[in-house]
C-alpha cells in the first residue's frame, strides 16, 4: 500500500515559483498495479522520484509499510569509473552486507540478464546507450521489491531482449506490484489494471486503462489546443511589418534622446 | 508500553544494520575506485603518500641536525614522521569529507544511501590507510637507525582515533557549509598553509618561547603531534598543563557534535542538490 497526502512540490525558475503538483493525495492499495499517464513535463517522473525516497516534497508525505524500488529504467545510480561488476556488487552490498553467496548470485543475475559480455568488466562510462539500460533494468530486476516504480522501460534494447523484459515483468508481476509511466500507452495495458491521470498537477483516477487513454488523448488535445489559442492571443508576438516599423520608432527615440542629451550639453 | 520499547530498540538496531552496509559498500567502492586510478593496485595507493613522506623526511632529517624536546638526533625521524602523519590524517579526511557529496552524487540514487554514509566511509578509508602507512614507516625507521621507542602504544592509538574523530567533526561541518555558502570551502585551503606551519611539524612546542604557546597550543593537530611523539618517547618533554588529552578528547566531542547537528538539520538540502 502507498498512501500519499497533501504532496506539494514546486521549484523556482526565474524567481518565479512553479508548481509540479500542489495538494496531491491517493492511495494506491497492495495488489493493484497502476499506470500513471500524463504529457510530457506533468511530473510523472518527479512524483515517482518522491515516492522512491530520491526527492523530497515541499510538503506532505509518502506513507508505505512496503519495500519500494527505485525507479526502474532510469539510467542513474552508476559509478562511471566502476565496471558493471563491481557497480552490481556495490548495490548488493547495500542491501546483503557481507554475505558472499547472496551478493555472488545477484552478480551472476545480473551478468546472465544483462548478457554484454566482456563488457561487464569495463568501466561503466565507456558503455554504449543499448547496454547502459540492459545492465540498468537487469539490476533492478536482480532484487525483490513489494513496489516496482517502473518509468520508460521499454524504450531500448533489441527485440530479444525486450522480449526478455517484458517475460520477466509478468513473473515479477505475480509477486509484486507496479507504478509504470509509459508514452508507449497500449504496453501498460496487459500489466495495470488501474490508471491515473496526472493533468495540471491534479490526478484523475479510472479504472480502466482503455477509457483513461481515451480521456488522456483528449486532455492532450484541449492541452494543445489552449496552448495554440494562447500563442495567437500574445500581443508580444507581432507580424513582421509591425516589428519592422516598431523598430524604427525605437531608433527615432533614441535619436531624440542623443539630440536631448547634446542640448544639455551645449547649454 | 514495555512491547512499543522493545520495537523501537529493534528498528534502531535495524537502521545501524542498514547503515553499516551503505558504509561497507561504500568503502568497497572507494577502494575500488582509488585502485582503478593507479597501478600496482593497492600498493599504488599507499605509494603516493609514501613517497611523500620519504621526500619531507630526507629534506627536515638534514636541516634538523640537533636533538629535540629533550632528547638526541636519533629521535628526529619519528619526531618528524609524527607530525607529517598526524597533519596529513587531518587535512586529507576534511577535504575529502567536503569533496564526498560531489563524489558520490550518482549513488544517491538509492535512498539507502545517505550523504553523512559517504563522509563515514572516506573517514574509515582514510584513517585506515593512514594508519598502515604510520605503522609501515615507524617499522621502517625502527629498522633503519636502529632504534626501539615505544613507551605507551595505548596513547598513541587514542590520540590517532580522536584525532580522527576532530576532523570527521569539522569535515562534516565544513562540508554542509560548503555545500550553502561555497566560500567556505576556500576558506579551509587558506587556512591550510598557516595550520602547517604552527602544528609543530618541525618543532616541539617547548622552544617556543613560554609567553608564545597559548597561540598555538589550541590547535587539537598539534595537541595530537605532541602527546603521540610523548607516546613513543615518554622522556620526549610535553607540558602537562597546555598540552592533555582531556582536552584533544573536548575538542574532538564538540566538533563531531556541531558537525553533526549542522548535518542534521541540513540533510534533505545535501540530498536533493
Known amino acids: 500500500m502507498i498512501e500519499v497526502k497533501n504532496l506539494t512540490k514546486s521549484y523556482i525558475h526565474n524567481g518565479k515559483r512553479n508548481y509540479v503538483f500542489k495538494d496531491l493525495s491517493f492511495k494506491i492499495n497492495t495488489g493493484e498495479s497502476v499506470a500513471l499517464i500524463g504529457g510530457n513535463g506533468a511530473g510523472k517522473s518527479t512524483l515517482l522520484r518522491i515516492i522512491g525516497g530520491m526527492d523530497f516534497p515541499d510538503s506532505g508525505k509518502v506513507y508505505t509499510d512496503k519495500k519500494i524500488s527505485w525507479p526502474v529504467g532510469l539510467k542513474g545510480g552508476f559509478q562511471g569509473s566502476l565496471s558493471a561488476r563491481e557497480n552490481t556488487k556495490f548495490v548488493s552490498m547495500i542491501f546483503h552486507g557481507n554475505e558472499k553467496e547472496k551478493i555472488q548470485e545477484k552478480i551472476n543475475f545480473v551478468e546472465d540478464f544483462a548478457d554484454i559480455g566482456k563488457y561487464f568488466d569495463k568501466p561503466f562510462k565507456n558503455y554504449s546507450d543499448g547496454m547502459r539500460s540492459r545492465v540498468t533494468f537487469a539490476l533492478s530486476m536482480a532484487f525483490d521489491f513489494d513496489i516496482y516504480l517502473i518509468d520508460e522501460v521499454s524504450a531500448a534494447g533489441d527485440f530479444i531482449f525486450r522480449e526478455k523484459c517484458a517475460k520477466i515483468l509478468k513473473k515479477k508481476l505475480t509477486s509484486s506490484d507496479f507504478l509504470m509511466v509509459n508514452h508507449n500507452l497500449w504496453s501498460l495495458k496487459p500489466l495495470c489494471q488501474k490508471a491515473f491521470i496526472l493533468n495540471k498537477g491534479k490526478i484523475i483516477e479510472f479504472d480502466n486503462i482503455q477509457e483513461a487513454i481515451k480521456e488522456h488523448k483528449k486532455l492532450l488535445r484541449s492541452n494543445k489546443k489552449n496552448q495554440s489559442s494562447r500563442k495567437q492571443n500574445n500581443p508580444n508576438k507581432k507580424s513582421r511589418r509591425s516589428i519592422y516599423s516598431s523598430k524604427k520608432l525605437e531608433l527615432n527615440k533614441n535619436q531624440i534622446q542623443l539630440s536631448d542629451r547634446i542640448k544639455r550639453e551645449i547649454k | ?273
Open chain 2, 1 to 273: 508500553m514495555e512491547i512499543l520499547k522493545n520495537k523501537k530498540v529493534y528498528s534502531i538496531i535495524k537502521g545501524f544494520i542498514k547503515q553499516k552496509n551503505v558504509v561497507s559498500a561504500l568503502v568497497y567502492r572507494e577502494l575500488k575506485t582509488r585502485i582503478s586510478l593507479v597501478r600496482f593496485g593497492f600498493f599504488g595507493v599507499l605509494l603516493q603518500p609514501l613517497g611523500t613522506l620519504t621526500i619531507f623526511l630526507l629534506i627536515f632529517g638534514f636541516i634538523r641536525q640537533r636533538g629535540v624536546g629533550g632528547l638526541d638526533v636519533s629521535f628526529v625521524p619519528i619526531f618528524l614522521i609524527c607530525g607529517i602523519i598526524l597533519y596529513t590524517l587531518f587535512f586529507e579526511i576534511i577535504i575529502r569529507s567536503i569533496n564526498a557529496i560531489e563524489a558520490n552524487k550518482a549513488l544517491f540514487f538509492y535512498r539507502q544511501v545517505k550523504p553523512i554514509d559517504t563522509i563515514l566511509a572516506r573517514v574509515y578509508v582514510e584513517t585506515g590507510l593512514f594508519a598502515f602507512l604510520f605503522i609501515i614507516v615507524t617499522c621502517a625507521i625502527f629498522l633503519i637507525f636502529e632504534i626501539f621507542t615505544l613507551d605507551d602504544l595505548p596513547l598513541i592509538f587514542a590520540n590517532y582515533i580522536i584525532l580522527a574523530l576532530t576532523s570527521f567533526g569539522l569535515g562534516t561541518f565544513f562540508m554542509v557549509a560548503g555545500h550553502r555558502y561555497p566560500l567556505i570551502k576556500l576558506f579551509v585551503t587558506l587556512i591550510q598553509r598557516p595550520l602547517f606551519l604552527t602544528s609543530g611539524i618541525f618543532f616541539s612546542l617547548e622552544n617556543i618561547p613560554q609567553r608564545f604557546q597559548p597561540f598555538i597550543s589550541w590547535n587539537p593537530i598539534l595537541q595530537a603531534i605532541e602527546m603521540t611523539r610523548h607516546g613513543f618517547n615518554e622522556d620526549y618533554i610535553i607540558n602537562p598543563d597546555k598540552i592533555s588529552i582531556t582536552y584533544s578528547l573536548a575538542f574532538a566531542i564538540v566538533s563531531c557534535t556541531l558537525g553533526l547537528w549542522v548535518y542534521s538539520n541540513n540533510e534533505k538540502i545535501l540530498r536533493t542538490l
